[in-house]
C-alpha cells in the first residue's frame, strides 16, 4: 500500500522463465506479495522454429513501457480528478541485431525508443502539461531505460553458481 504522507513505497517484481518447447517460453511474473501471472512468448517465423503462435519477449517488453507510462496518466487523472478520455501512449523502440553466434560475436543493442503520449482533454494545458511530466517520471519502466542503471547477475550451470 502506497504511503501518500511519506511519498515512499518499495515494489519488487519477478519473472521466471523456462522453455516449453523450441522458442516457445513460459514465464510466471508478478509483484512480490500478489498473484503471479503466467506469459507465454514464441519467435516468429524468421526465426527457425518460431511460430508466431505469441507475442515475442520484446513486444511484452515495449508493451510494457507503453501499458505503465498509460498506468500513470491514469493513476494522475484519477487523483487529481482531471477529465481526460482517449489518453494512448505508443512506444516504439529500435534495436540492431549484429554478429554471429557461430564465431561468437553476436550482439543486439537498442538503437532508440519513441514514447509518444495522446491525450484529450478540455483541462488547462499547463496542468495536461504537468501531468505529461509527472507519468514520464513515474513510469518504472521508461526510468530503466532512460537512464543506466546497475544490472546484477548471478549464473548457475548443474545447480552450482559459477562466474563468467
Known sequence: MA????GTR??????????IEGWKKLARAGQKDTD??????DEGPYMPGGEGTAPTPLTYFVAGMALCVLS???NIAMRKKLN????????????IESGSILKGDKQGEATGYEVEMLIDSDEPREVMVD???????????EDSIGRAIQLEYKHQLNGEEIEI
Request: hydrophobic residues 45%; aromatic residues 6%; charged residues 25%.
Open 3 to 6: 504511503n501518500e504522507e511519506h
Open 10 to 19: 518499495h515494489i519488487e517484481v519477478s519473472a521466471e522463465a523456462s522453455t
Open 36 to 41: 503471479q501471472f503466467t506469459i507465454v512468448a
Open 72 to 74: 500513470q496518466v491514469s
Open 84 to 95: 481526460i478520455r482517449n489518453e494512448r501512449v505508443r512506444v516504439t523502440a529500435k534495436y
Open 131 to 141: 501531468l505529461m511530466r509527472m507519468a514520464h517520471r513515474m513510469c518504472f519502466a
